[in-house]
């Protein structure tokens, strides 16, 4: 009778071992589904950043010379227009690309 006692401790400390592992398996299949959609979202949502600000570059410094080259076609006086607002276009389009870049995270 002795011997009893202890094939009933091997078979429950079996079942809460194989519980045990059932429990860490759908944790792992849960942690897996959380993790795979947001790959896919992450990489468009840096897509979709990394074309902002090159827009926002390219519109702040070729806006600028076009509006610059506009006013000294108007003026007539040398390439100064030019020079000042394309330096003023850099300026906002760095000024917006900072803005962008310490936006929080959502």
Request: aromatic content about 6%; glycine content about 12%.
């Amino acid at each position: 009778m002795s011997d009893e006692p202890e094939a009933q401790d091997q078979r429950g400390e079996d079942a809460r071992l194989a519980a045990l592992d059932e429990r860490i398996n759908a944790v792992r299949e849960r942690e897996e589904m959380r993790k795979t959609p947001n790959a896919g979202a992450q990489s468009d949502d840096s897509y979709r950043l990394g074309n902002r600000v090159l827009a926002e570059l390219i519109a702040g410094i070729g806006g600028g010379a076009f509006i610059g080259w506009t006013i000294d076609q108007l003026i007539g006086r040398g390439h100064w227009g030019l020079l000042v607002v394309m330096g003023l276009g850099t300026f906002a389009a760095f000024r917006n690309i900072i803005r962008i870049s310490t936006r929080r995270s959502e």
